[in-house]
């Protein structure tokens, strides 16, 4: 069974920062692309960051572009999102999941393999 787990949520206020990071349990993340997704009351599940299979390619939501930054480290089996300059609206449970591949449009049903989930809240 693939299982990814994500750590390093919390509570921070506006303009802080936050590393999330995720791991693999029982198989290498070296075969899989991996996303970031979010979810936020009464919203739908979306896509924010993709890195692919080596690290070479990224993609981030608009909304995140220039505060975000993805990347993986496969020797330690890991991926990591650091997250910039948060915002009250980017208060969300976020979600690693693992594809085959990372696309622009970075779309929930591209992906195969989720984490549980780690709470994001940024407020003052």
């Known amino acids: 069974q693939l299982q990814l787990v994500e750590s390093g949520g919390g509570l921070v206020q506006p303009g802080g920062s936050l590393r999330l990071s995720c791991a693999a349990s029982?198989?290498?993340?070296?075969?899989?692309?991996i996303g970031w997704f979010r979810q936020a009351p009464g919203k739908e599940r979306e896509g924010v960051s993709c890195?692919?299979?080596?690290?070479?390619?990224?993609n981030y939501a608009d909304s995140v572009k220039g505060r975000f930054t993805i990347s993986r480290d496969n020797a330690k089996n890991t991926v990591y999102l650091q997250m910039n300059s948060l915002k009250p609206e980017d208060t969300a449970v976020y979600y690693c999941?693992?594809?085959?591949?990372?696309?622009?449009?970075?779309?929930?049903?591209?992906?195969?393999?989720w984490g549980q989930g780690t709470q994001v809240t940024v407020s003052s």
């Open positions: 029982a198989f290498t993340l070296d075969y899989y692309a």
């Open positions: 890195i692919s299979i080596r690290g070479g390619s990224t």
């Open positions: 999941a693992a594809a085959r591949y990372c696309s622009g449009q970075i779309g929930v049903y591209e992906y195969d393999y």
